[in-house]
Nanobody, 122 residues
């Protein structure tokens, strides 16, 4: 059973940076595809970034050039480096594993972490 644990959230001022971590257990991180989603209250979860087993990455347009997803196989961890943060980036951020590339964009498929809160405010 794949289990994921996010960390690294917090309060940051606009223009600041945070690095989120998603640590996997029950699997090698390189054997699964990983997606980062975010959610604000009363909204659906929004796909933010993905990294495939082959480390091919993709991003939603609103974070391109500001966020970077990466993987460290030795630490069994996927990171989301977030730079130049904006108030509209405020959300709970979740990582999700997926057994296939198609499942990366399917919230109903795969395993979810518990989430980490990111708040961007002056």
């Amino acid at each position: 059973q794949v289990q994921l644990a996010e960390s690294g959230g917090g309060l940051v001022k606009p223009g600041g940076s945070l690095r989120l971590s998603c640590v996997a257990s029950g699997t090698r991180i390189r054997d699964v595809h990983i997606s980062w989603y975010r959610q604000v209250p009363d909204n659906q979860r929004e796909l933010v970034a993905t990294i495939s087993r082959a480390t091919i990455t993709s991003y939603v347009d609103s974070v391109k050039g500001r966020f970077t997803i990466s993987r460290d196989d030795a630490k069994n961890t996927v990171y989301l480096q977030m730079n130049n943060l904006r108030p509209e980036d405020t959300a709970v951020y979740y990582c999700k594993s997926a057994p296939t590339i198609a499942a990366m964009t399917r919230p109903d498929l795969g395993s979810w972490g518990q989430g980490t809160q990111v708040t961007v405010s002056s």
